[in-house]
């Protein structure tokens, strides 16, 4: 899956006892800047009002039109104030064309030896206005890191890669839909959730009993076309010596299963019961199947962790890479600020230094060796991490969360399943965070340094609390 591509609607803001001059010049100079950029943009022409800006009313509304006829692929808006702007015909847009999406301000600098009137811009101050109705009209939107910001700049370039991070987020959860793929495991109270909290914020989860699951596999053929496909897959994604034949063709067949299940329920991202109905009643584990569901971006939580696998996905659409679930799970001797994160392990390929298929040393313990194979295991590779932890609290009746950087390291570390050692600063204060706020063990993991963009995403425009641990 390649990145995607972004339309972003663009509002060029105009007031006429300014130098109007600088308003066609500013649009043109913005277009420049996302083509370059590669976002497609949704802007009046200078034939549909004066120099393609907005200033009066009718422009608003007739900008408001265009918008609404191009609603399925506007990402987010840009708001771009070449001088001050005319703050309500801005509001009133945005009001009238009802994207509920992200929206971006940025004002264009003055340049000193440009203070005449014929040159002036005043968008320093225009921004403030434009703000300020914005907060009125209820419209949330988004700063770009300095007040005023050339278009053309290093600086706004990489605003404009964050605020298309958080258009990505916020879009893509609206009308997500999770797949919770059997029964929360007895054991594992922590990954309780509410789905009516999360159908509030239009994230809906359909059910899918692993009976059923199980029922197709052993009414499914071994030389079933979806099967054998996927099982050739399996056999190219991750070296597979010494697993006995029988159980990859399970893996296969279970892999298949899902994939046809989830195509039917337009089910993008999964949560599967693992401990340890799987490995008894069909004798594999259901590791790299998904493994190779997040590699793909179809982010995968094991243990019915609906809250986890969300989690995942925040991270995967901030930065277009694999997302993966770990554990919180053990301290590096005596560093307060490292940590060993593991699983036994379903981690994406994306992850691993080097990565091979094998048993589940715990659960094999209870069910047997022959029933455990599916593992992916491997050192995490080391390099700049996100993490983020959301959660349902029905206490409250909100969704909240955490988010934060780091790094895993080269760290020697001696132990099974995929597991690497994270540093994170101050990581003592973020673990007390955890405890006193009674967060999961479970945290989502990403090869990025995208919290500011879930952050943003998630409390702007979601509204669920959330604390960054910032480093």
Known sequence: MGKSRTTMGLIVGNRGFFPDHLAKSGREEMLQVLESAGIDAVVLTPEQSKHGAVET?????RCAALFRVASDRIDGVIVTLPNFGDERAIADTLRLARLNVPVLVQATPDTPSKMTISHRRDSFCGKMSACNNLKQYGIPYSLTTLHTVAPNSE??????AWFAGVCRVVNGLRNLRIGAIGARPAAFNTVRYSEKLLEASGISVETLDLSEVLGSISRMR???EHAVRKLQTIQKYVSTSGVP???LLKM???????DQWMNAASVQISAVQCWTSIEENLGVVPCTVMSMMSDNLLSSACE???????SMHCLRLASETPSALLDWNNNYGSNPDKAVCFHCSNLPKHFFRDVKMDYQEIIAGTVGKDNTFGTCVGRVKSGPMSYARFSTDDRSGRIRGYVGGGNFTDDPLETFGGAGVVEIPRMQELLRYICENGFEHHVAANFSTVPGIVYEAATRYLGWDTYWHAQ
């Open 57 to 61: 009313h009718e422009e608003a509304k």
């Open 155 to 160: 600086e706004f370039k990489k605003d404009l």
């Open 222 to 224: 071994d030389d079933d």
């Open 245 to 247: 034949q029988a159980a």
């Open 252 to 258: 296969a067949k279970l892999g298949a299963v899902v």
């Open 304 to 310: 019915v962790d609906v809250c986890g696998v969300l």
